[in-house]
């Protein structure tokens, strides 16, 4: 089936003016056909389509959060960390479709096992703050002997910022006082990952 007709599917009825697969195929339209884009659409953007009242656009981002749950699932099946691949697909499927920065950590203990995955800070288009100390503290509340750094890049660019840098070597020389390990600092996007331990930048 096309996305049009899934989409037809979860807004089941239409208007007096379009039919609801006409409806479907002006949410596609207005994504440009990109799957990524519609599911970034907030319920307010949705509505903008006449025809998709609250209902209809809390349907359609129900579906699309079942979909990234589904995709995070299935990349971690494993909770037990063996390389950034998998974990760079968890992150991806928790982040990507998100329209701003946010900064995460996954917690882990001795097995390497994921202990906790939580958002520390959210900000603009551009970037986002996060505070060490809040990281820590959340570090030993979770009985972390290692932690992953993660954040997305909304615009798509996978590079690091200098401050990205300066960021994770601020965060890794502090959590050596507490004997906790940053293994890596993951960033994601639509169009891939960034590993800072794959590159030798850790």
Known sequence: MTETELLTILIQNGTKEKSAMELAQELVDRSGNRLADLARMSTRELMKTKGIGMAKAVAIQAAMELGRRR???????????????????????????????????????????????????????????????IILKKALEEDAVSIILCHNHPSGNLRPSRADEELTSKIRHAARYFDIQVLDHIIVSTDGYYSFADEGAL
Do not use: W
């Open 71 to 133: 995709m995070g699932a299935e990349n971690l099946k494993s909770t037990v960390v063996t390389g950034s691949a998998s974990v760079a697909k968890y992150l991806q499927a928790k982040l990507m479709d998100l329209p701003h920065e946010v900064f995460a950590v996954l917690f882990l203990n001795r097995a390497n096992r994921i202990r906790h995955f939580e958002i520390i800070s959210s900000g603009g288009m551009t970037g986002t703050v996060a505070d060490p100390r």
